[in-house]
Nanobody
Framework: QLQLVESGGGLVQPGGSLRLSCAVS????????IGWFRQAPGKEREGVSC????????KYVASVKGRFTISRDNAKNTVYLQMNSLKPEDTAVYYC?????????????????WGQGTQVTVSS
């Protein structure tokens, strides 16, 4: 059974850092592109970053470029999102999603498999 589980969220002050993890099971991770998305209250879910089947294929939306880094460890079946210099506007529930045999994309509609999300709150 395919399962994605996010962890690593929490409360952090502006300027702080968090590392989110997306642990996947029930699939061979190296065949899958993984996306990170977020949804703030009252807003639509938006793409944040994605990573293709190799670490060399990554994308970031403009609002997080230079602050967030996505990486994957296929041996551990885990994808990470390192988030630095966090801002209050980064506050949201963060989700990871998986899809096989697609290029890296931050379009939510391209993914069929989703985790339950982890809350990130940036506040002083």
């Amino acid at each position: 059974q395919l399962q994605l589980v996010e962890s690593g969220g929490g409360l952090v002050q502006p300027g702080g850092s968090l590392r989110l993890s997306c642990a996947v099971s029930g699939l061979l991770l190296h065949f899958y592109s993984i996306g990170w998305f977020r949804q703030a209250p009252g807003k639509e879910r938006e793409g944040v970053s994605c990573i293709g089947t190799s670490n060399s294929s990554t994308k970031y939306v403009a609002s997080v470029k230079g602050r967030f880094t996505i990486s994957r460890d296929n041996a551990k079946n885990t994808v990470y999102l390192q988030m630095n210099s966090l801002k209050p506007e980064d506050t949201a529930v963060y989700y990871c999603a998986a899809e096989a045999y697609i290029p890296c994309t931050v379009h939510p509609g391209s993914y069929d498999y989703w985790g339950q999300g982890t809350q990130v709150t940036v506040s002083s």
